[in-house]
């Protein structure tokens, strides 16, 4: 009983009484993810509606506090045009509410007009660049040059940034020894951003984005062509100080040629005028601390300038006049050395290195580091104000480093460095030569092994892409460092408001195959409690593994090695997971269920790094992601199912329809091209059919079409530019499927990229009926992009298309005599029994049908993790391993997913059966 009702606590449901908002009200909660921030500098998050309630020009949203505005708009659509997701900002407040009510009222009868005009943000576009002021600062963006914010003015009317550009540096080769750095051939470039286009958003009441694209440009006139690609968002709050910078790259270079050996983001701060002793550095060291320094300090001299004065420095505060000083210290001020420059390096993500020094050509003084460096760094003056930059996941993301330049001269210069030029250069090439693996046979005989599916030239990173977050701080003077730490906090874990899951369940707008914890029978708590360890678990084998990294953070493994106590890192498919059977899709499900912020975190993470690295963005493979492998980019096999859209839909509405998400949902809808170049069963298809160009391609429907069909669903529910094709292409296939004399059975399908037309596949041309089907047709997705889809559709699904999902649901698990009786023939290759129990749990749902229900609960127990097995942990530690673990040997990351999303959708559509 002790342990039920520690979930009970643990879930939060012992306070079920309390009054929600449900689909029949006109009101919803929003509440922080965790707990209320200490202070909100501004903030964006989505909210659902369900279908029919709200068409969009008949509906206002207000706060019901009567105080804060709250700018609206809509990011999905239901079918009929009424509001499925809508987004909303609010400015930075002075005070925090736990929670806010987002009331909906007819249009134009809102009560606080008023009040949301007056915080408007004033966006001057002119011809050579915007101006964007919150109230707070003012920053310009140029729309052309190297220069992507030309200045960040306060309110004070004080310049404390300026000339901020991104700066990239690479070098043709890696030297192979220490002895090879004297080769000269090794040549070094210097780049730096170079605009192609600005835009700025159109309502801006509380929120303005600048959204700034272009290359990196070489800035010393080599010949290497501009390169790099960059995307940066600018999000700037009514009344806030702060700005919000995501930054995104996409790798277009050459992996043995072009090796980024630093990547950052540099800013000048102007500080002519401020006497040395008051400039202040200010650098986030572990656990809210800083390093806390004057650039001339007056501080553990041999004479004493004064306690107040002291103070006074090290607080960052303004120095008394130098008459009331001591004059033993004033007569020799210009003897105390001024430190010019300070360099912080987190290469690795458990350790950081300080170091000063007065300039250039003297020798560099290490400052005692640390461990986990905060990412922050703060450089200006008690009276001319200043500048701090912060990195998210700062030390996660390593190797990382922040530089103080110049702090001494007229004008300092802070540099945040995303990529460490004190690292190693990030090495793209793959990790083995081939091992003469040239043709098919032998790469599928190597797969046998190490289970990684080769080719050459497949191993390329052209095309990926990294994503981070950045905050931007004014100051008009040096502020304590109370409020850089807090400020830091804030940028490491960014305030989120959403619904309550009771209310985003009724929406259905995030589908209805998840339901709420229970835990009234001992069979459900249980069932709980080892989602509650699974999710537990990878949190901190996260952390006991150390993935983290510039590509790596976000991502788990696939599986472990139970000799060595130790993930596969090194062995071919079994390392970097690459959302193999959809730990996404657990996470997330397991968030909406939950509305922990542990989960919340740990799935975002995980959303910014599966959408970026692990998928193109650009090239040929644009729209599709690479297999699990030992580098993220390394395995040939290049498919839509890594790259699926539903692994980004939570987290993008969820978010109030976060832009770079939404761009990364633009590039999966290029996917149906790669077919027409690219045949991802290249290796071991056997009809003869081969891509062309134009020519109808064939692909699977299970992961192709599941993958395909999640982002043209989002495309038509975000009505963006390219719906209509969506749709067409959504119904048109469906409607092949349909089709098909054995639907889903069939396998695989010729398509029409041009039309969106789905004929039957090469090897049935007659669609006489083939039984073609995949153990992983529906693990990529399939199940919850289908439900989505039909829901969506309602009654316009096309004909036939519910029965040919609800035949592959009951078949699939349905045993070798009824596949035969309906089919002819049964089924060969079924595994993965217990992910797909859910399949039979959506059959016994829709058709209320018991048996089936059994069926799906007995597939679930006797497959896959056992809920009668152990959830534990072992400890291991000594000389067996690297450093104390505790292992859970028995857990793979297929069963991690399979089992969490089984569990939450047979709860939800069978539990009452369990
Ligand atoms: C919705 O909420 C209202 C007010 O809390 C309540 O009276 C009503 O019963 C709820 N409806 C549903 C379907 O839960
Ligand atoms: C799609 O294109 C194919 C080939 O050009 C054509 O045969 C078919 O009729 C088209 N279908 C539709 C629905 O436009
Ligand atoms: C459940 O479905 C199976 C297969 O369609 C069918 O044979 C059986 O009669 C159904 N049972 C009920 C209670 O509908």
């Known amino acids: 009983m002790a342990r039920v009702s520690g979930l009970l606590a643990l879930l939060g449901v012992l306070g079920g009484a309390a009054a929600h908002y449900n689909a029949s009200s006109t009101s919803v909660k929003v509440s922080w993810v965790g707990d209320a921030p200490a202070q909100n500098l501004g903030t964006t998050f989505g909210l659902p509606w369900p279908q029919g309630k709200y068409k969009p020009h008949e509906v206002d949203f207000q706060l019901s506090d009567g105080q804060t505005p709250l700018q609206s708009w809509v990011t999905g659509y239901w079918r009929d045009g009424s509001i499925k997701w809508s987004a909303h900002a609010i400015p930075k407040t002075d005070s925090v509410a736990t929670e806010y009510t987002v009331q909906a009222t007819p249009k134009g009868k809102g009560k606080f007009k008023r009040e ?39 309110a004070g009317g004080k310049i404390v940034g300026k000339n901020g550009r991104l700066v990239l540096h690479s070098q043709t080769d890696i030297p192979v020894t220490a002895d090879d750095r004297t080769d000269t051939a090794v040549d070094r470039s210097n780049f730096e951003s170079n605009i192609e286009g600005v835009t700025v958003s159109k309502d801006n009441s509380v929120r303005a984005l600048v959204t700034v694209r272009g290359k990196h440009t070489t800035t010393e006139g080599s010949d290497h062509e501009d390169w790099l690609p960059f995307v940066v968002r600018f999000y700037l709050y009514a009344n806030s100080e702060a700005i919000r910078v995501v930054h995104s790259i996409t790798f277009d270079g050459q992996q043995d040629k072009d090796f980024i050996s630093g990547l950052g983001i540099q800013f000048q701060v102007p500080l002519k005028g401020e006497q040395l002793y008051n400039r202040h550095v ?24 004064g306690a107040a004065i002291r103070t006074a420095q090290f607080e960052g505060k303004a120095l008394p006049a130098e008459s009331t000083w001591d004059t033993r210290v004033t007569t020799r001020l210009h003897w105390i050395p001024a430190w010019n420059d300070y360099s912080l390096s987190q290469l690795s993500p458990d350790g950081f290195t300080l170091k000063k020094r007065t300039k250039a050509g003297q020798s560099w003084i290490n400052i005692p580091g640390g461990t986990r460096a905060g990412g922050l760094a703060y450089l200006g003056g008690a009276t001319q104000g200043g500048l701090a930059v912060s990195l998210r996941d700062f030390w996660k993301r390593y190797p990382t480093g922040l530089d103080i330049a110049n702090a001494a001269s007229d004008e300092g210069q802070i540099t945040l460095w995303l990529y460490s030029p004190d690292a190693a250069p990030l090495d793209l090439r793959g990790y083995h030569d081939g091992l003469g693996q040239d043709t098919y046979a032998k790469q599928l005989d190597a797969l046998e092994i190490t289970y990684e599916d080769y080719e050459a030239k ?43 899951p009771e209310y985003l369940l009724e929406t259905k707008a995030l589908g209805s195959y998840w339901g709420l914890p229970d835990i009234s029978t001992p069979a459900k708590a249980k069932i709980e409690s080892n989602l509650d360890f699974l999710v537990k678990h990878y949190q901190k084998e996260v952390e006991a593994r150390r993935w983290y990294g510039f590509l790596d953070h976000g991502d788990v493994m696939h599986a472990y090695d139970v000799d060595r106590h130790q993930w596969r890192y090194d062995i071919g498919g079994y390392a970097w997971d690459n959302s193999e059977l959809s730990p996404d899709l657990f996470v997330w499900q397991y968030f909406l269920r939950t509305g922990r912020a542990d989960v919340y975190r740990f799935a975002e993470a995980m959303t910014r790094h599966t959408g970026e690295v692990d998928s193109y963005h650009i090239g040929d493979w644009k729209g599709l992601g690479t297999r699990h492998g030992v580098l993220h ?12 859209p539903q692994y980004r839909k939570y987290f993008y509405y969820l978010s109030g329809g ?23 069963v290249r290796k071991v298809r056997t009809d003869g059919w081969k891509p062309s160009p134009g020519a109808p391609v064939t692909f699977g429907l299970g992961t192709d079409w599941a993958a395909l069909a999640a982002g043209w669903l989002i495309e ?7 719906w209509e094709e ?47 089907i995949s153990h992983l047709s529906a693990v990529f997705g399939m199940p919850e ?82 809920d009668s097995q152990a959830f534990t942990t072992n400890r291991i530690e000594g000389s067996a391993v690297l450093h104390p673990v505790d292992e859970a040997a028995w857990l793979s990351t297929n069963d991690f997913a399979q089992y969490g999303l089984a569990s939450i959708q047979n709860l939800a559509y069978i539990g009452d059966s369990i």
């Open 633 to 644: 980019f390394a395995d040939s096999a290049k498919q839509a199912r890594i790259s699926q």
């Open 726 to 772: 969506a749709k067409k292409k959504l119904t048109g296939t469906a409607t092949g499927i349909a089709n098909l004399k054995n639907g889903f059975v069939t396998g695989s399908g010729s398509y029409l990229i041009e039309n969106g037309t789905l004929l039957p596949p090469p090897t049935d041309p007659d669609n006489q009926g083939v039984v073609a």
């Open 716 to 722: 038509w529910e975000r009505r963006g530019p390219r």
């Open 785 to 866: 992009v289908i439900s989505e889809l039909l829901e969506y559709w309602g009654d316009e699904a096309p004909a036939g298309f519910r029965e040919a999902w609800l035949d592959y649901t009951y078949y699939y698990l349905a045993g070798a005599a009824e596949q035969t009786a309906r089919y002819g023939t049964a089924f060969s290759g079924v595994s993965l029994k217990q992910g797909h129990s859910r399949l039979s749990a959506y059959y016994a749902a829709t058709q209320n049908n018991a048996s089936v229900a059994a069926l799906a609960w007995t597939n679930y127990r006797n497959d896959g993790l056992r």
């Open 458 to 500: 497949f191993d390329s990173p052209y095309g990926i892409s990294r994503t981070n977050e950045v905050f931007l701080y004014a100051f008009e003077s040096t502020p304590s460092s109370d409020t850089l730490a807090a400020l830091n906090a804030h940028a490491q874990e960014p305030p989120m408001l959403v619904a309550k």
């Open 658 to 680: 976060d832009e770079r998400t939404g761009e990364l949902l633009d590039d999966t809808l290029d996917a149906d091209k790669s077919y027409g170049v690219l045949d991802p």
């Open 282 to 305: 200010r650098l986030a060291g572990t656990d809210g601390g800083f390093l806390n320094e004057a650039v001339k300090g007056i501080t553990g001299l041999r004479r004493d300038p």
């Open 116 to 154: 949301v005009q007056k915080t408007k943000i004033s966006v001057n576009h002119g011809h050579k660049e915007i101006i964007v002021n919150t109230g707070k600062i003012t920053v310009s963006f140029p729309k052309e040059g190297r220069h992507i914010v030309s200045s960040i003015k306060t």
